[in-house]
């Protein structure tokens, strides 16, 4: 079990950046250092979607759409979770979720973090 709380989510302009974070409460003996995390996206109208992934040893993966614009990244000793967004687009527009797949196909969500970018 693990409760994961998203921030750092707003409206900005197009060009611009935003981090969001994520802060996971685990149980003893779940240690969110041995997680695999990922940052989910769903944009008005459509599915949700995978951003970006980081193993328990901090491997990252990225959508190959999103790949040189966003990084994720991690802080084990404050269980936290980390989304860079650079040079953000309309189409970023989105809640952001913050998801533990340690257990995939079995899936953990935050309550998530609306992005939204203006033109």
């Known amino acids: 079990q693990v409760h994961l709380v998203e921030s750092g989510g707003g409206l900005v302009q197009a060009g611009g950046s935003l981090r969001l974070s994520c802060v996971a409460s685990?149980?003893?003996?779940?240690?969110?250092?041995?997680?695999?995390m990922a940052w989910y996206r769903q944009a008005p109208g459509k599915e949700r979607e995978l951003v970006a992934s980081?193993?328990?040893?901090?491997?990252?993966m990225y959508a190959d759409s999103l790949k040189g614009r966003f990084t994720i990244s991690r802080d084990n000793s404050r269980n936290t979770l980390y989304l860079q967004m650079n040079n953000l687009e309309v189409e970023d527009t989105a809640i952001y979720y913050c998801?533990?797949?340690?257990?995939?196909?079995?899936?953990?969500w935050g309550q998530g973090t609306q992005v939204t970018v203006s033109s």
């Open positions: 685990v149980a003893a003996g779940n240690p969110f250092s041995m997680k695999t």
């Open positions: 980081i193993s328990s040893r901090g491997s990252p």
């Open positions: 998801v533990d797949r340690s257990n995939f196909p079995a899936l953990e």
